[in-house]
């Protein structure tokens, strides 16, 4: 990988990680238009970590104040009914679907999953799905000519059987083009969660999955050798400072707006790709790593 790819690896990642689009299907396009090597799924888990540390700083308020109010309740009964403690534990619960389907899927994220087909059919469905969400969002919200608004639910709401299933619909991601912030909210959006607890749960929800996950590809390629190290550092932290930004206008995006524009866009990308491959301009394997 050259330094040259790998900023503009860094960019994508950072781009489209917190937005509804999948981070992991466009580095795998970015590749495949450029006629790169597919950067491969332990490039991707790295590159993550950079985003993920923009998670952790920007909402670093929310975390140490989660994070203390967990570890007191384990000791403290009075805590167990903390909102914060139990946001802890909702965290912890809804990374146990991912962190199973990762580790037994290993082997089908990195090969299998990896078809353009099948990336371009994830786009395209999790695209109606969160349209479908945000239009059943934006009635609540709203009302209509024969019902009034509804409220809709806060993170407060939040139980374990809600936790089980945003940690399903996280799980989901492990499929290029699904989105693990696209699915979440998705999921939250049709549990009754407003936009902003749908994003908020979301991005914290992905901190254990993903250093997790960060962690593991770190140890295989430390042991394989496989891994470029200094532009995949360098991806890494152009991905932390583009991703920060990104969060940041994202959070306040969803106050007053829609998810159409990203559902749309996920729908033409899939259609794009569906096109290219059939007409033979494309292959549903280019760009993939011969390892």
């Keep these: 990988m050259s330094w040259f790819e790998s900023l503009i690896l860094g960019l994508v990642q950072g781009l489209t990680e917190f937005l509804p689009v999948s981070s992991s299907a466009h580095l795998r396009l970015t590749a495949a238009f450029a006629g790169w090597e597919d950067p491969g799924a332990a490039f991707t888990a790295i590159t993550q970590i950079g985003t993920e540390t923009a998670v952790l700083i920007y909402f670093r308020k929310d975390i140490a104040r989660i994070i203390s109010a967990w570890f007191r309740s384990l000791t403290n009964k009075a805590m ?70 509804r409220e809709r639910k806060s993170l407060k709401d939040l139980s374990v059987k809600d936790g089980l299933i945003y940690g399903v619909c996280q799980a989901m991601a492990l499929v290029p083009g699904v989105s693990r912030s696209g699915a979440t909210i998705s999921g939250g959006l049709l549990m009754g969660y407003t936009r902003e607890a749908a994003a908020r749960y979301s991005f914290l929800l992905a901190i254990p999955a993903v250093l997790a ?16 190290w200094g532009p ?60």
């Design 80 to 149: 167990r009914s903390d909102h914060d403690a139990q946001m802890g534990w909702l965290v912890i619960i809804g990374s146990i679907p991912i962190g199973v389907l990762g580790v037994t899927l290993k082997d089908q994220i990195e090969g299998p999953f990896r078809d353009l087909r099948i990336t371009a059919t994830t786009l395209i469905v999790m695209g109606i799905i969160l349209g479908v969400a945000d239009r059943l969002a934006a009635r609540d919200e709203t009302g209509g000519k024969h019902r009034a608004a």
């Design 232 to 291: 995949t550092v360098f991806a890494t932290i152009i991905a932390f400072l583009v991703g920060y930004a990104v969060i940041a206008w994202f959070m306040k995006f969803i106050t007053t707006k829609s998810f159409m524009p990203f559902v749309y866009y996920r729908i033409l990308l899939g259609i794009l790709i569906i096109v290219l491959v059939s007409m033979g301009a494309l292959s549903p394997h280019a760009a993939e790593s011969a390892g």
């Design 213 to 228: 996950s960060g962690a593991f590809e770190l140890k295989d390629a430390s042991e394989g050798g496989h891994v470029s």
